[in-house]
């Protein structure tokens, strides 16, 4: 397995564990709010310092960094994390319209919750991604590892 | 000049007319305190569709029957906009979520409807940046192709 195909299967347990995790806490939001920011600042330093720390290490000598192959993987899995975070987006203004009415008032508490959220779930985006292209690539006989 | 530089100038041109209007209808929400009312709260947005529909014009009408739609270079010039437009969703973004905890304080509220003006002043925003960093990617390469 390369790098980013350790990358991707990494992000995406991570990013699904930290977003099941979200879920949870988003119903204490008004009672914990300083416990909730915290738990954000620190699920991304161990979510970036952790990936760092396994991507480290090679599973061999031969394992190579990354080719044009990988390179366009990433690139089209990039703009398709862009683009569903733009739908994201849209969907968060238009949820809470739905829900408590557009005149009422949200807690600012929320909004760091929010953009948590739409950050994992475009990991989790960018991850499937990259999986189901090395996956179409696999059906060919062309995968890389 | 090609599509994509054309599409660049278009695009910085319209998305400057809206953000000037955009900062029009948030002096009037927020300072003013007035709600435009009647037909004439909606000429921005036919300013908008009239720029809108002549720049596809424009656009799609070539220079000469020579013009290249797009090379190699061309797109990696578009994706790299697209890297900077992104990376300048998650700043906003990030500022978006932090000024209003400094304005109203970490335990306060906010209307919902102010969501939507907050993204629709990300969109422009970004795409500001990524018709400028299409732009000036065309203007280093030229600068490196005068040497």
């Keep these: 397995m390369n790098r980013v195909k350790k990358a991707a299967w990494l992000g995406l347990t991570i990013s699904t564990l930290l977003l099941a995790v979200l879920a949870v806490m988003s119903t204490y939001v008004g009672r914990q709010l300083r416990v909730l920011q915290l738990f954000g600042v620190l699920a991304v330093l161990g979510l970036t310092g952790l990936s760092f720390i396994i991507l480290r290490r090679k599973q061999s000598q031969t394992e190579v960094d990354s080719d044009e192959r990988d390179k366009l993987i990433i690139r089209k899995a990039f703009v398709a994390t862009y683009f569903s975070l733009w739908c994201l987006l849209v969907v968060v203004c238009l949820i809470p319209q739905f829900v408590i009415g557009q005149e009422h008032q949200m807690p600012v508490g929320l909004l760091p919750l929010m953009l948590l959220g739409i950050m994992f779930i475009c990991n989790v985006v960018y991850c499937f991604a990259v999986l189901v292209q090395y996956g179409w690539g696999g059906k060919g006989g062309e995968e890389t590892d | ?147």
């Design chain 2, 1 to 147: 000049m090609n599509r994509t530089q054309k599409e660049a100038w278009f695009g910085l041109g319209g998305i400057s007319l809206s953000l000037c209007i955009f900062v029009w209808a948030g002096v009037k929400l927020f300072i003013l305190k007035t709600i435009p009312e009647g037909i004439t709260r909606f000429w921005p947005v036919l300013v908008i569709c009239v720029f809108m529909a002549t720049s596809i014009v424009l656009v799609r009408r070539k220079q000469s029957p020579a013009e290249v739609e797009s090379d190699e270079r061309d797109k990696l010039i578009k994706y790299r906009a697209v890297v900077a437009c992104f990376v300048s969703v998650w700043v906003l973004l990030a500022a978006a979520t932090g000024i209003p905890q400094l304005v109203v304080g970490v335990k306060g509220s906010i209307p919902v409807w102010l969501l939507a003006f907050i993204n629709v002043g990300v969109l422009l925003i970004a795409l500001l940046v990524y018709s400028a960093a299409v732009l000036i990617q065309y203007a280093w390469g030229q600068k490196d192709c005068g040497r």
